[in-house]
Structure formats: structure tokens, C-alpha cells
């Protein structure tokens, strides 16, 4: 690896012309971006390989159809995220079951392009507050669904101390 060599002071840069002050600035930038170039290409195998091991452990937890990995010394888990659809043609079906402010509110036609958007804090409310056949038609209106492969989370697992344990410490 290339070598960044620096001098053991640096130099009082307010003491610079300008043109002096650009040339140290375009030297010291230069050997940052070899340091750098270097440094990445050494890294670059390293990176690949835990590429390789982090979709090697998510495959095993997809294909066993779970959400971890069970280890006696690691915590290691698939952490997907859930967004919520928004089927704005379900949803207007609310507007002769609930009062008009409350579901203009919930579910308007936004401006400046018209297109239909709706607030899921807002229907959620309205769900919780009528029940029934509101709350079936949010629900449908508002499904859960699982977006990307998930993020997968590696950390040792933290060894719990009893209160025997605690009180020997004191």
C-alpha cells in the first residue's frame, strides 16, 4: 500500500500566498485520494467475502422461513420493513359510511395534479373509532406488506447477569 508521508509539522497555512496555499491543498488532496484508492482495493476482497457470508446466513434464514437464526453466542436476524399500501378505490368506499369531514380528512384529492391520496394515521383513527365494516374496509384499503429482502442484523448476544452475580460484584 502506498504510503501517506507527511511532514512531522505541518506548515502555517495563514502564512501561504494563496497560489502556495493551492499547491499544498492540491498536494495533500492528491495523496488522500491515493491513500484512499489504495486502501479500497485492499479492502476490496474483505468486503466481497462478507458479502458472500451475509448471503450465505440470509439464505439459510429465508429458506427455513424464519426471521433469525438460532446461535447460542449471536443474535442474528432479518429485519424486514412493512409499509402499508394505499388503495385509494377501496378507501372511497368510506365516503357514504363515515361524515364527510372525517373522510375528506382522510382520504382528499390532492392538488396541484389531481390524484387521490390518503392519510393512514387518519384512517387507522377512523378504524379504531367506528369498527365493523370500516374497520374492514381500511384494512383492506391499507394492507401490510413486506418491502425488500430485509437487512440483516449480526451482533453478539449480551450474557445476562443474575442478581447472585449483580450483588457479588458490590
Not at 1 to 20: G, S
Not at 36 to 64: H, S, T, W
Amino acid at each position: 500500500m502506498n504510503e501517506i508521508r507527511l511532514p512531522n509539522e505541518l506548515p502555517d497555512v495563514t502564512a501561504m500566498t494563496p497560489v502556495q496555499a493551492a499547491e499544498y491543498a492540491y498536494d495533500l488532496e492528491s495523496r488522500i485520494l491515493a491513500a484512499q484508492k489504495a486502501f479500497d482495493a485492499m479492502l476490496g476482497p474483505i468486503v466481497n467475502a462478507a458479502q458472500e457470508a451475509r448471503a450465505k446466513v440470509k439464505e439459510a434464514i429465508v429458506a427455513a422461513g424464519g426471521k433469525a437464526l438460532p446461535s447460542e453466542s449471536w443474535d442474528i436476524t432479518l429485519v424486514t420493513t412493512k409499509e402499508r399500501a394505499k388503495y385509494v378505490s377501496v378507501l372511497r368506499q368510506l365516503e357514504t359510511l363515515i361524515p364527510e369531514a372525517e373522510y375528506k380528512q382522510a382520504v382528499y384529492l390532492w392538488q396541484p395534479e389531481p390524484a387521490w391520496k390518503a392519510d393512514l394515521r387518519k384512517l387507522d383513527a377512523l378504524a379504531k373509532k367506528y369498527g365493523g365494516k370500516i374497520a374492514d374496509i381500511v384494512r383492506e384499503g391499507s394492507p401490510a406488506i413486506e418491502s425488500g429482502s430485509g437487512r440483516l442484523v449480526i451482533e453478539p448476544k449480551q450474557k445476562s447477569i443474575t442478581k447472585e452475580q449483580n450483588n457479588a460484584k458490590d
